[in-house]
């Protein structure tokens, strides 16, 4: 997903020649909106976070430069929130006036698209009959959220989520034929929203579960197709989800 994204926009950037400053930022959330923390310390997370950097720099450069890869942490379990936070940051604000603000680009998988549209994180929508043009609260939380940032999605074609055809489907039904608009959404956000394939056809499903549980399994070929090879040994090393 990282270096699919940073091939991605330095092509458009050469396209339209601009000039293209890319950072690729690592965040972990400490706190999750739907699941319990794994059987791993958050400062083993960081540290599989800091080997992971590590190996992007050397399979992706940015012209003759390595690629910035940042690593924080965020209390918001929140997207919306999460992207606020980065915008309000010091750090990723212009450092001369006049010059182009940074725009975000979010990585996520199909699975977490769902959640981010789902209307129940963002509190009861207000019945019909309301005070007209009045925003729901989706649209409270959203609209902001896709003024500053773009949403990247990866397709995960398993048996779970579906073929890579029913994805693409969902997502037309939900953007193009009034489906977020039937749940408190806008129909504007298609826009932000790019749907990209993932694995091909043969290759690996690559997921976290299958990852602990090839760890658990200490079926070390498994998990070199599931991480990279840095974040693989640390795992083996501290012998990280054995239990």
Known sequence: MATSAVDSEMSKAEEARTSSHLRLLLLLAINNADK???????????????????DLRQIRSVGRDELAIDIALSTKPYFHEKSA????????????????????????????????????????????????????????????????????????TDDEWGSGA??????EDLLHD???????GSKEWGDRIELVMGRKEGEDIVSSTYARDAAKKQDWERLDKQVTSNVRNWIEQEKLYAE
């Open 166 to 171: 029913e994805q693409t489907a969902y997502l």
């Open 36 to 54: 319990t923390p794994k059987p791993a310390a958050f400062e083993q997370r960081l540290a599989m976070m800091w080997a992971f950097a590590n």
């Open 85 to 156: 936070a980065i915008d309000s940051a010091s750090f990723y604000k212009a450092e001369e006036e006049g010059q182009k603000k940074m725009e975000q680009v979010i990585l996520a998988g199909y699975d977490t698209l769902i959640r981010i549209l789902n209307p129940k994180y963002y509190g009861t929508v207000a019945a019909p009959g309301g005070q007209v043009g009045a925003e729901t609260p989706m649209q409270q939380a959203l609209n902001p959220f896709f003024s500053r940032a773009r949403l990247r999605v990866t397709m995960r």
């Open 178 to 184: 009034g489906g977020l608009s039937r749940v408190g």
